[in-house]
T-cell receptor, first 110, second 110 residues
Framework: NAGVTQTPKFQVLKTGQSMTLQCAQD?????MYWYRQDPGMGLRLIYY???????DKGEVPNGYNVSRLNKREFSLRLESAAPSQTSVYFC?????????FGPGTRLLVL | EDQVTQSPEALRLQEGESSSLNCSYT??????LFWYRQDPGKGPEFLFT???AGEEKEKERLKATLTKKESFLHITAPKPEDSATYLC???????????FGKGTSLLVTP
């Protein structure tokens, strides 16, 4: 099993550009999550999906949209990137309460 | 509001020098307390879940314990490969998000 995979690994955007971060899991988990990690701060939840077809906002949802494409895939979209969205983004999945994380996408917005 | 504080922020140990990392928390009903290990440039790797005060879990040189207000991650006779950032997170009853601390950066020197 690959676990949780994320693409791309690294991306540079200009302010105002859009992009979609992809996440997939092969563990047959129902729930999936998007977090961001910034220096000096803990990981913060952006969006959450309890199951296919449902999504909920987390602590820092502004500027982001998500799509739960199917049970395996959960994407995060930045419609108009801002420098404040420079961060490392982690996708996670869980069946019960334990969350398993992907390797991350490093995003730099200039 | 749920809060997680980890101390120290950074810890340097000699190989074989045992020590403990602290995670203090406040949460409105604890569903679980989680410990993760994160290596530079990687995603958090799950270590332990603790559910109730008095519970202990062990894995190789690591032992996690839980009280009603804090958790400790004890590292016995550490090796250089134990160098990483250790993250603590709590999940409230009825919640889904993990509330993370800022982490403890551990360096073990030969």
């Amino acid at each position: 099993n690959a676990g949780v995979t994320q693409t791309p690994k690294f991306q540079v955007l200009k302010t105002g550009q859009s992009m979609t971060l992809q996440c997939a899991q092969d563990m047959n988990h129902n729930s999936m999550y998007w977090y961001r990690q910034d220096p000096g701060m803990g990981l913060r939840l952006i969006y959450y999906s309890a199951s296919e077809g449902t999504t909920d906002k987390g602590e820092v949802p502004n500027g982001y949209n998500v799509s739960r494409l199917n049970k395996r895939e959960f994407s995060l979209r930045l419609e108009s990137a801002a420098p404040s969205q420079t961060s490392v983004y982690f996708c996670a999945s869980s069946r019960g309460e334990t969350q398993y994380f992907g390797p991350g996408t490093r995003l730099l917005v200039l | 509001e749920d809060q997680v504080t980890q101390s120290p922020e950074a810890l340097r140990l000699q190989e074989g020098e045992s020590s403990s990392l602290n995670c203090s928390y406040t949460v409105s009903g604890l569903r679980g307390l989680f410990w993760y290990r994160q290596d530079p440039g990687k995603g958090p790797e799950f270590l332990f879940t603790l559910y109730s005060a008095g519970e202990e879990k062990e894995k190789e040189r690591l032992k996690a314990t839980l009280t009603k207000k804090e958790s400790f991650l004890h590292i016995t006779a550490p090796k250089p490969e134990d160098s990483a950032t250790y993250l603590c997170a709590v999940q409230a009853s009825g919640g889904y998000a993990l509330n993370f601390g800022k982490g403890t950066s551990l360096l073990v020197t030969p």
